[in-house]
Nanobody, 127 residues
């Protein structure tokens, strides 16, 4: 079993920044790719960013490229999402997720390939 706990969400004005964190426990964090997903009201959960187990590969949704940066600190069992130049359309609940397979060479953008999920943290961007 693995537990994921997100933090760092909040209310920010358009153009501002937030840094999300996801603390992992319960299994060897460093072996698994991790991802950030988001879900806006009335919409499906969507891939936002992903990172491989060793940080060698990252992936981003087109909507956040150049504004968001995903990183991880395996020594601290923590995943991060730095969000800059935030827009009202970034408003959503943000979830971190852990891949179900160890040592995947690249992060997946598919919801069903992630076996563990946090409870989510709300990000609201005002215009």
């Amino acid at each position: 079993q693995v537990q994921l706990v997100e933090s760092g969400g909040g209310l920010v004005q358009a153009g501002g920044s937030l840094r999300l964190s996801c603390a992992a426990s319960g299994r060897t964090f460093s072996r698994y790719a991790m991802g950030w997903f988001r879900q806006a009201p009335g919409k499906e959960r969507e891939f936002t960013a992903g990172i491989s187990w060793n940080s060698g590969s990252t992936a981003y949704a087109d909507s956040v490229k150049g504004r968001f940066t995903i990183t991880r600190d395996n020594a601290k069992n923590t995943l991060y999402l730095q969000m800059n130049s935030l827009k009202p359309e970034d408003t959503a609940v943000y979830y971190c997720a852990a891949d179900g397979v160890a040592y995947s060479p690249a992060p997946s953008g598919r919801v069903y390939e992630y076996g563990y999920w946090g409870q989510g943290t709300q990000v609201t961007v005002s215009s």
